[in-house]
């Protein structure tokens, strides 16, 4: 949550689905063993999202078929609107 805003032009804000991604077991472990937040996990780990790419929304096949053709496994974890500050979960 952290990093995407970075990219992301003044106005706009980033509105993450955690429902959009299954989080790996050993995400579940961690913040059970160590009494960890759900904010702090995401902030820390980022629980399974490994890089973000930020396009066009009309763009999104493409950018998906590019990832897949170089080995990649993407999926779509939100989408960024106009809304008050510069990340939301939804």
Same mark, same amino acid.
């Given at each position: 949550? =952290?990093?995407?805003?970075?990219?992301?032009? =003044?106005?706009?804000? %980033?509105?993450? !689905?955690?429902?959009? $991604?299954?989080?790996?077991?050993? #995400?579940? $472990?961690?913040?059970?063993?160590? !009494? /960890? %937040?759900?904010?702090?996990?995401?902030?820390? #780990?980022?629980?399974?999202?490994?890089?973000?790419?930020?396009? !066009?929304?009309?763009?999104?096949?493409?950018?998906?078929?590019?990832?897949?053709?170089? =080995?990649? @496994?993407? #999926?779509? /974890?939100?989408?960024? !609107? @106009?809304?008050?500050?510069? #990340?939301? $979960?939804?």
């Amino acid at each position: 949550p =952290g990093n995407v805003p970075r990219v992301i032009p =003044g106005g706009l804000r %980033a509105v993450i !689905d955690r429902s959009s $991604w299954s989080r790996p077991p050993i #995400f579940a $472990w961690l913040q059970e063993g160590g !009494d /960890i %937040a759900d904010e702090e996990m995401y902030r820390t #780990f980022n629980c399974g999202v490994g890089m973000v790419v930020v396009v !066009d929304a009309a763009d999104t096949q493409t950018a998906e078929a590019i990832l897949r053709d170089h =080995g990649e @496994a993407p #999926f779509v /974890i939100g989408h960024i !609107d @106009a809304g008050p500050g510069e #990340f939301a $979960w939804a």
